[in-house]
Each structure stands twice: as C-alpha cells, then as structure tokens.
C-alpha cells in the first residue's frame, strides 16, 4: 500500500510541475504574442509613413520633371519633342546633358550651323553629327543621339526632335520611320 501511495504522490507531483510549465508557457505565449501585436503595429506605422515619404518624393520628382520640361521647352521653343520619352531621357536616364541642351539651342536659334546626316530608311529625318556623353554606357563617350526632321506647313514648331542613345539607335530609327509628319 505504501508503494502505491508513493506512486500516487509522484503522479501529482508530477501532474503540479505539469501544471506549472503549462502555466509559464502560457505566460510565456502571451507575453510574445504582445509583442508580436507591436511589432505589427510598429510595421503598420513605419509603412504609412514610408507612403508619406514616397507621394512627397513623388510630387517633388513630379514638379521638378515639369520645370526641368518647361526648361528645356523655354530653352528651345521651336523644337517639338517626337514624345515625352525624349525629355525624360534627358531629366531621369542621362547623367549630364549640358552638350545635348546646348545642341538643341544651337538647332532652335541656328539650324544652319548644325553639322548633320540623313538617317537611312526615314523620310526628311537627320542625326546631328554631335554626339553628346550620356554618362550611361561604359566604354563610350558619345552615345547620345539627336534626331530632327524640318516640319512642314506653317505652326510654331519649326523642328521635330527625337533624343536618344546609340544602344536604342534601330529602335529609334523603327520609331522615326513611323513619324512622318
């Protein structure tokens, strides 16, 4: 009988240390989920103040694109960009392009002095020969390209411009092609 009262006695001693671990576990549990809870909270924070940041990058990246545009447009008023993709190249994929803006002047207010070549393929299309540095491709100095075409009839425009890089040249000139007017 005493044999089975020890056993009995082990059980719920053993039953109690159970009990307590479940107990520490418990408190344990939620202890981490707490934290977990503030965690996300933190997460939840960090990410709309990141959307803050991003739509006020976003606005000022926006605004300065427009003066950038205005920039140029004032800068040479005669040229007529073939689409937006020539001015962004200029604002967001060259690293310089004080050469390039200075051609273009050169074409609004002396066309006459730009040294060009007809580009094969288009009809009235040309390639200033001065190339202009990019700061985009290794190994080459002068990748950058400008294309314009004489606009007919009467309108403000008296050039039609395409700015480009010599990697996107057959791409360019697939473009031109389809620009007529």
Known sequence: MQDREEKRKALEDRIEEQEQENEQLTERMRHLEEQLAGTYRERDEIQAELARNNSGVRNKRG??????????????????????????????????CESVLMLLHKLDSEPGQVEWKSVKGTKGWREACDHFRTGRSKGMANDGRLYFRKQNGVGAYKYLVHISRKSLQNKDIELLKKRVS
Do not use: G, K, M, Q
């Not at 950038?68 to 040479?76: G, K, P, Q, T, W």
């Not at 005669?78 to 962004?88: A, M, T």
């Open 63 to 96: 605004r300065i694109e427009r003066a950038y545009d205005e920039s140029v447009r004032c800068l040479a008023p005669s040229l007529e960009f073939v689409n937006e993709d020539s001015v962004d190249a200029l604002a967001n994929r060259f690293e310089t």
